[in-house]
């Protein structure tokens, strides 16, 4: 499988798969706080698990999709990471890669 297609297999899961109907529902044009997260880097069943933050947005779902698509480290092994609306509060750690939600 190329490239394009692991991103198209992966916008469309975002967009209209069951993870979206799941996890978000809600308007795709909805403005928020969302959290991408980059693919967990271990696909075994066993030992430890980790997806990594990558970054937070304030912008339409659609538009945090889309910029997840091209962010190093969304993709580890195929399946790519995941884009979460944040509720509550989010702490930003100043000259580090570290965010809390």
């Known amino acids: 499988m190329s490239d394009n297609e692991?991103?198209?297999?992966?916008?469309?899961?975002?967009?209209?798969?069951?993870?979206?109907?799941?996890?978000?529902?809600?308007?795709?044009n909805k403005i928020a706080f969302w959290l991408i997260r980059g693919e967990d880097t271990n696909p075994d069943?066993?030992?430890?698990?980790?997806?990594?933050?990558?970054?937070?947005?304030?912008?339409?779902?659609?538009?945090?999709?889309?910029?997840?698509l091209k962010t190093p480290g969304f993709f580890c092994w195929g399946y790519?990471?995941?884009v979460e609306e944040i509720e509550g509060?989010?702490?930003?750690?100043?000259?580090?890669d570290y965010v809390t939600v």
């Open 89 to 96: 509060e989010i702490d930003v750690y100043p000259n580090t």
């Open 45 to 68: 069943f066993s030992g430890s698990h980790f997806r990594r933050p990558l970054k937070v947005m304030y912008c339409r779902y659609e538009k945090a999709v889309e910029v997840a």
């Open 6 to 28: 692991v991103v198209e297999r992966t916008r469309k899961r975002l967009l209209d798969g069951p993870a979206y109907l799941h996890t978000n529902t809600l308007d795709k």
């Open 80 to 82: 790519g990471g995941d």
